[in-house]
Nanobody, 119 residues
């Protein structure tokens, strides 16, 4: 069974930093594309950052230069370092990957972690 467990969210003032963690089980993060999404209040979930199995990264324009996605292969964990946080970064942050089975492709989501940035 594939499971993603996020942690590290919280309340921070604008300009502050947080590091989110996504501990994976049932998959090997270095072999899978791993993503972070966020869902601001009243809005749709959207992609924030991604890291490929080869280590390539990409970011939403809104977080480019402020957020960094990385992974720790021995710990099988993906991180999202968030610096210079802004009130508009307030959202629930979700870790995501896809699981490929004989039956098809399945989206796997963590439970989410709340990030609140005060002005």
């Amino acid at each position: 069974q594939v499971q993603l467990v996020e942690s590290g969210g919280g309340l921070v003032q604008a300009g502050g930093s947080l590091r989110l963690s996504c501990a994976a089980s049932g998959i090997t993060v270095r072999l899978n594309k791993m993503d972070w999404y966020h869902q601001p209040p009243g809005k749709q979930r959207e992609l924030v950052a991604a890291i490929s199995s080869g280590g390539s990264t990409n970011y939403a324009d809104s977080v480019q230069g402020r957020f960094t996605i990385s992974r720790d292969n021995p710990k099988n964990t993906v991180y999202l370092q968030m610096n210079n946080l802004k009130p508009e970064d307030t959202a629930v942050y979700y870790c995501h990957t896809k699981r490929y089975t004989t039956g098809g492709i399945e989206d796997v989501w963590g439970q989410g972690t709340q990030v609140t940035v005060s002005s």
